[in-house]
């Protein structure tokens, strides 16, 4: 099922793509890449201090290296222990997709195939994620738009593939 723009708490353009989020009470349950889709004034005080909290994230200018959330996951418990390896990849590093196998015990694809499912990009930095020769995909994406989005998080980290 598509995922229309009216599903969406606040839907914004930012220097990165135009973004829709979605919650679950004041809880993030989703964020997504959009095309084509107008904003949308936020719904409630939760979806506006989100919008807020990433719009500062992604400003050139900002410091900030982390956008601190409530959030509700949907996800198998196989998903969910691979998001938690995600977040602990620091800021301005990456991990492979092999390397976060490895601390889980299961295979590249799956890491990948997990990482492809989260909710929650920005929050969760699955853009940490590379192929062990260059930059992987993103968002099930192997070039184009959503290729270039990770290019641009993993810049305004310092990283640069």
Aim: hydrophobic share 35%.
């Amino acid at each position: 099922m598509t995922i229309t723009e009216r599903q969406y708490d606040v839907v914004f353009d930012s220097s990165l793509a135009t973004i829709g989020l979605q919650f679950d009470g004041s809880k993030l349950v989703r964020v997504k890449y959009l095309t084509k889709t107008p904003e949308k004034r936020p719904l409630s005080k939760a979806a506006e201090s989100v919008k807020n909290k990433i719009q500062k994230y992604l400003d050139s200018q900002s410091v900030t290296k982390q956008i601190k959330v409530d959030v509700r996951l949907d996800v198998t418990p196989f998903q969910e222990r691979v998001l938690k390896q995600l977040q602990k990849i620091p800021y301005g590093e990456t991990r492979t997709y092999g390397e976060i196998a490895k601390i889980l015990k299961t295979s590249p694809r799956a890491v990948g195939n997990a990482c492809r499912r989260n909710p929650l990009p920005i929050i969760i930095p699955c853009h940490r994620v590379t192929a062990a020769n260059g930059i992987g995909g993103y968002d099930g994406a192997r070039s184009g738009r959503l290729l270039n989005i990770k290019h641009k998080l993993l810049e305004r980290e310092g990283v640069y593939l």
